[in-house]
């Protein structure tokens, strides 16, 4: 045998992580922007929602705190989310956008537009555009709650004055409020 060693070249595999795809197919999933004043989250799952394929902050972009939330961040965040994507397999995806809601502001916060079109840039091909409920019971507004308030208050005055026994000084005040005037005067006239 010869003193020489054989070595023997690895041979590089194709990987793809993602499902097998005829040309002209969109693969889906579904992006999940959040979009706050004080971050946006940028979320991809499968159609499902039950499996994370790649979640990426503004904050996980920018050193400052203060530009988390701004939409250079968001827009970063988008382009790696769409880097991943292409990396999985997913080349369309479904939006959706939701605010911070409950009893706090029901508008996306500044990076929710950049973040949906620098997917679109990337390369991403966009599906249904979702506005996530994300609301609550309206509240009253606070001058019609006190006017209401006040009607109500006179309707219980009147029905107070109409029900309780007249008596003596009162009997003018309750003809005031009945708006009699006429019996007002008269008995006013006749008591000097």
């Known amino acids: 045998m010869s003193g020489r060693k054989k070595t023997r070249e690895p041979k590089e595999e194709n990987v793809t992580l993602g499902p097998t795809v005829r040309e002209g197919e969109y693969v889906f999933g579904v992006a999940h922007i959040f979009a706050s004043f004080n971050d946006t989250f940028i979320h991809v799952t499968d159609l499902s929602g039950r499996e994370t ?7 996980m972009k920018v050193k400052a705190d203060r530009d988390e939330s701004s939409p250079y961040a968001a827009m970063l965040a988008s382009q790696d989310v769409a880097q991943r994507c292409k990396e999985l397999g997913i080349t369309a995806l479904h939006i959706k956008l939701r605010a911070t809601g409950g009893n706090k ?23 249904r555009i979702v506005k996530h409920p994300y609301g609550t019971v309206m509240k009253v507004d606070g001058r019609k709650k006190n ?27 309750v003809l005031k409020a009945r708006n009699d005037y006429r019996i007002t005067r008269i008995i006013a006239s006749t008591s000097h």
Request: cysteine-free; hydrophobic content about 40%; proline content about 5%.
């Open 53 to 59: 394929l790649v979640r990426i902050t503004g904050g």
């Open 147 to 173: 006017r209401v308030l006040n009607q109500a208050e006179l309707q219980s005055r009147s029905a107070a004055l109409h029900t309780a026994p007249i008596a003596g000084h009162h009997y003018l005040a």
């Open 105 to 127: 502001t029901k508008t996306p916060g500044p990076g929710a537009q950049s973040a949906l079109r620098a997917l679109a840039r990337s390369g991403m091909k966009i599906g």
